[in-house]
């Protein structure tokens, strides 16, 4: 199950069929996942309360448990940060949600979970 919200009022991605998808395929369909769409304020408040990084940052995932997680995207982060990585805007929030699902499906940084993301990008043209 997904559950999608935003605390931000513009450019909150709408493609719930792709959200609802990427999540089946990594995590399955058992796995209940809330995505929330926030800004540079509640990002950096989350960032420094879980993290201990006090900035704001293009995404975090929280895994409640072993089927329930969390998402939350930074939208005004992601529309610049989205040019660094030469993607638009769309297809950048496209790619930083899978590669939050393989963190909560437990995976860390490296060439691993690079393979694992690139597979899924193909599979969803992202």
Request: aromatic share 12%; hydrophobic share 40%; with cysteine.
């Amino acid at each position: 199950m997904l559950v999608i919200s935003s605390t931000v009022k513009n450019n909150a991605p709408k493609d719930a069929l792709f959200f609802r998808k990427a999540l089946e395929h990594v995590l399955g369909k058992d796995y209940e996942l809330s995505l929330v769409f926030i800004g540079n304020k509640r990002s950096r408040a989350l960032n420094r309360t879980h993290r201990n990084i006090d900035k704001p940052t293009d995404i975090l995932s929280f895994t409640l448990d072993k089927h329930t997680g969390e998402i939350y995207i930074n939208i005004p982060y992601s529309m610049k940060k989205c040019k660094q990585f030469d993607r638009l805007f769309p297809n950048y929030v496209k790619f930083i949600y899978i590669h939050g699902l393989f963190h909560l499906k437990g995976y860390d940084h490296g060439s691993t979970m690079e393979a694992k993301e690139a597979v899924v990008r193909k599979i969803f043209n992202v």
